[in-house]
């Protein structure tokens, strides 16, 4: 269906004359991810073990299947936000059912409903997204070095391309072209671990490296078993790269703040989902393998410095993309340390882990992008604000640029509070869980001190946190109403199916809405990292499944 979809993409976009089609085209994304969710569930039903075909080119199994429907469903809420005008006009006569179905509102919208921002007209947008997409599934599906580091290329090279897509933004450009060039050279890294390895086992298939490290020591008479590990290091090395894991986390910061905020939700979040995943798998398989030195403890060192990292630089940022780069690194930190003990209850925590961030993040930026939006109305004689570089494409980039909003939009403010309020694992929100049944599962393989380390920066990172709602809540805010809308009246027209005058309306300033894609998804991922413990059974349960049948119980 991916496929299917690129190749339509492709050709009607080399018969397409408006360059202003881009939301038909993310729309039709939209629907090609709902079909692939409905083909992958389907499969669920028929799939019981698992199917391992073309030599392990194609991999397939419910933990795949699990996740390419959340990536499916995590892409759909990200394409939204291009494929619907991002403002509406909401009036009382034409608020109803009846109304909405039957009837059609007119009105001058080029500059109210943002018509003509940028986001709207890159007509290309959804097909590399698509690329992307179809790169993080089969990445996730496969078990072979070569199909591999192809399925990462083809992630990668849409990212790169997705970040420097915004071709009159100078900062874009910049960010794309830093985030090419650091990820060509962990790229590098994968292929030296990838020729390592199959100099060294003479397959490229990891089933065959698997059989290697699960034979006994005796085979160390015509082998050398360390040779694996360090093959896996580096190819690790590689892969902690693109997920921006400390010490190589560098990369992250900058190109978070440099690029627009609505392409840093998707380079975030789903970047990161599929390599996860394919590491979960080569831990599981290889974590036993010649104790003396296994490669999993470079992911533990990692997991210690991105938590220290993470935490102790995001004390000293201002600007709010940074701050979420550096919450990112810590937030890795504890994925690394659950994926890196490797028993039962550690991967269940990694599963759900993996997952709330994923959502969590994805609400945080979501709202970024929102308050930008409602912030139409509204005007400051802050300097700062107007010199701000590309602020047409990242209108909030200074933490100071949320003071006092909880004055101009209380709901979507405290929907930012919930969510940075996961983010610090404050209880009863979803974040405390997940932190809780890593730290858990570490204290119980015996990891005292990284679960201390964890849990003092998990205090120390709220620190950062707080200041972000101290802005919002505890300042007067520096916003003003722009006194050119203050008496002005817009005029619009209803009219029925036929196209007949049904009434003539005027509406205000205050009608101006978010609209409602961006606000109904806000409204019900906050609602489930508020109330996760009414309905944590369903979700811990399919956790729990999957690990069961990775386990083998």
């Known amino acids: ?238 892969f902690l790269f693109k997920v921006s894991a400390a010490p190589f986390h560098f990369w992250s910061p900058d190109v978070y703040d440099a690029i627009p905020t609505i392409v840093t939700t998707f380079v975030a979040i789903i970047a990161k989902i599929s390599i996860f995943i394919l590491l979960l798998e080569i831990v599981y398989y290889t974590k036993d393998y010649f104790s003396d030195f296994n490669w999993t403890y470079g992911l533990l060192i990692s997991s210690l410095l991105s938590l220290i990292i993470g935490t102790v630089l995001g004390l000293t940022q201002f600007r709010i993309k940074r701050l979420f780069a550096y919450s990112t690194i810590s937030h890795v930190g504890f994925i690394l340390l659950a994926l890196s003990i490797s028993n039962v209850e550690s991967t269940q925590a990694f599963i759900f882990y993996l997952m709330q961030y994923s959502i969590s993040n994805l609400n945080a930026f979501i709202i970024l992008i929102a308050i930008g939006f409602s912030l139409y109305n509204y005007v400051s004689d802050n300097k700062e604000y107007k010199e701000l570089l590309d602020n047409s494409n990242s209108p909030i980039q200074l933490i100071s640029q949320l003071r006092g909003f909880f004055y101009i939009n209380p709901t979507l403010s405290l929907s930012l509070v919930i969510t940075i309020f996961s983010f610090a694992g404050i209880p009863p929100l979803v974040g405390f869980f997940a932190k809780q049944m890593v730290l858990s599962a570490a204290i119980d393989n015996g990891y005292i001190f990284l679960t201390l380390v964890a849990i003092l920066t998990s205090v120390i990172g709220g620190v950062y946190y707080l200041n972000i709602i101290k802005e919002v809540f505890f300042f007067s805010p520096e916003y003003k109403l722009n006194p050119l809308l203050k008496n002005l009246t817009f005029n619009g027209n209803i009219y029925n199916k036929q196209n007949i005058l049904i009434k003539s309306v005027t509406f205000k300033y205050n009608n101006i809405a978010i609209s409602s894609s961006i606000s109904i998804t806000i409204s019900i991922i906050t609602m489930i990292i508020l109330l996760f413990m009414f309905v944590s059974k369903e979700w811990l349960s399919m956790s729990t499944i999957l690990v069961q049948i990775l386990f083998n119980y």
């Open 1 to 238: 269906m991916l496929l299917i979809s690129i190749l339509s993409l492709l050709l009607s976009n080399a018969v397409t004359i408006k360059r202003d089609i881009s939301i038909l085209f993310n729309r039709i994304a939209i629907i090609a991810l709902a079909y692939s969710i409905l083909h992958s569930t389907l499969n669920l039903f028929v799939i019981s073990k698992g199917i391992n075909i073309h030599g392990g080119l194609l991999n397939v199994n419910s933990i795949t299947q699990i996740f390419d429907i959340f990536i499916f469903l995590l892409s759909i809420l990200i394409l939204q936000l291009t494929s619907f005008f991002p403002r509406k006009v909401w009036i009382p006569e034409h608020s109803s059912l009846i109304q909405l179905f039957f009837n059609k509102f007119i009105f001058y919208r080029t500059k109210i409903i943002n018509k003509m921002g940028e986001h709207l007209r890159i007509i290309e947008y959804p097909l590399i997204l698509l690329f992307i997409i179809s790169g993080a599934v089969f990445l996730i599906s496969t078990s072979d070095l070569i199909s591999i580091f192809l399925s990462i290329e083809l992630q990668s090279y849409g990212l790169y391309l997705l970040s420097s897509i915004y071709r009159n933004s100078e900062l874009s450009t910049t960010g794309g072209l830093m985030y090419f060039l650091l990820g060509g050279l962990s790229s590098c890294f994968i292929l030296l671990g990838t020729s390592l390895l199959y100099a060294n086992s003479g397959t490229t298939n990891l089933d065959a490296i698997y059989a290697i490290t699960s034979l006994s020591d005796s085979s160390d008479l015509w082998y050398k078993p360390y040779y694996i590990n360090f093959s896996l290091l580096i190819f690790s090395i590689g």
